[in-house]
Nanobody, 121 residues
Framework: QVQLVESGGGLVQPGGSLRLSCAAS????????MGWYRQAPGKQRDLVAG?????TTNYTDSVKGRFTISRDKNTVNLEMNNLKPEDTAVYYC?????????????????WGQGTQVTVSS
């Protein structure tokens, strides 16, 4: 059973910083990519940043220069600087990986439970 456990959300003032972490556990044979998505109230879940197994990163335009994604083995981090009120959302970790589920070994997407980030004065 694969689990993605997130940590690091909270309340921060505009201009402040937060660091999100997500650790994948279980019988994992390989990770193709990991990333962070966010969902604000009444809006769809959108990609914030992603990182491939080869280290290639991509960011949504609104966070370029402020957010940095990094990965260490089965953990993905999101360093968020100069936070703005519009960054307020629930942030979800995502992993595209191969793992043993029951008796099968298969590739699929997994999601964390989400962590709230609130940027407000």
């Amino acid at each position: 059973q694969v689990q993605l456990v997130e940590s690091g959300g909270g309340l921060v003032q505009p201009g402040g910083s937060l660091r999100l972490s997500c650790a994948a556990s279980g019988t994992i044979f390989g990770i193709y990519a990991m990333g962070w998505y966010r969902q604000a109230p009444g809006k769809q879940r959108d990609l914030v940043a992603g990182i491939t197994n080869g280290g290639t990163t991509n960011y949504t335009d609104s966070v370029k220069g402020r957010f940095t994604i990094s990965r260490d083995k089965n953990t993905v981090n999101l360093e968020m600087n100069n936070l703005k009120p519009e960054d307020t959302a629930v942030y979800y970790c995502n992993a595209d990986l191969v793992a043993k589920t029951g008796t099968k070994i298969m590739r699929r997407d997994y999601w964390g439970q989400g962590t709230q980030v609130t940027v407000s004065s």
